[in-house]
């Protein structure tokens, strides 16, 4: 092969090379911003009507992300209370099962009677 071929053959695939690596750059600095959750379409609401700054946008952007954390977390907690007061005979049940089994087929018989006193019954949380 001819040096020159090599020599083009070679600054054409640097080009090309450099070419994709702009476009990629390029059109991630130019996509919109990725949409965070429930509160976005409020959040471009809020932006676009009051004209905000992009500081004063990230802090409405951090307390929004906050809020739906917060909101989140709640609505979490209170249906585990809610299911945990719905099956609490149910759970209580397969507890005791689970103890029994523990109790008869893992443990020796000697140390039974200590297993008995460290899993004395400790009631679930009521949302009452």
């Known amino acids: 092969m001819n040096s020159l071929r090599l020599w083009i053959g070679l600054l054409a695939l640097v080009c090309f090379t450099a070419g994709v690596a702009s476009g990629m750059m ?4 130019n996509a919109p911003t990725p949409r965070w959750g429930a509160l976005a379409d409020y959040e471009t609401m809020l932006v676009d009507h009051f004209q905000l ?3 004063r946008a990230r802090c409405l952007r951090a307390l929004l992300q906050g809020y739906e954390r917060d909101m989140v977390r709640f609505v979490r907690s209170q249906r585990v209370n809610e299911y945990i007061a719905s099956h609490e ?7 005791q099962e689970y103890e029994r089994l523990i109790k008869e087929k893992v443990l020796p018989a000697s140390r039974r009677e200590e297993f008995a006193r460290l899993s004395a019954p400790i009631p679930f949380p009521s949302s009452h």
């Open 26 to 29: 390029l059109s991630a600095r």
């Open 89 to 95: 005979a149910e759970l209580g049940a397969r507890t």
């Open 53 to 55: 700054s992009p500081e």
